[in-house]
């Protein structure tokens, strides 16, 4: 069974930066295009940023200029940098592999104005 372990939210100032790390397990990471999704209160979840397994990067265009995708297949591991954050980034923050698997618990990162 595939397990996510997401890390690295906080509390952050408007206009700070945060890099959310996830830990992917029981499964070959490399052949995946991984996912960063976030879901804030009372809004459904979106996708926010792929990674192709070849390195190929999508974006939300809420987000593009803003933050990165990279992953580490030696590590199964997925990051996200996140820049320039704003208020309306504040969710919880989770990712997953493509089909999606079962959820991991998610990262909380507020963003204070």
């Known amino acids: 069974q595939v397990q996510f372990v997401e890390s690295g939210g906080g509390l952050v100032q408007s206009g700070g930066s945060l890099r959310l790390s996830c830990v992917v397990s029981?499964?070959?990471?490399?052949?995946?295009?991984m996912d960063w999704y976030r879901q804030a209160p009372g809004k459904q979840r979106e996708l926010v940023a792929s990674?192709?397994?070849?390195?190929?990067?999508v974006y939300a265009d809420s987000v593009k200029g803003r933050f990165t995708i990279s992953r580490d297949n030696p590590k199964n591991t997925a990051y996200l940098q996140m820049n320039s954050l704003k208020p309306e980034d504040t969710a919880v923050y989770y990712c997953?592999?493509?089909?999606?698997?079962?959820w991991g618990q998610g990262t909380q990162v507020t963003v204070s104005s």
């Open positions: 997953n592999a493509r089909p999606p698997n079962a």
């Open positions: 029981g499964s070959i990471f490399s052949i995946y295009t």
């Open positions: 990674i192709t397994p070849l390195g190929v990067t």
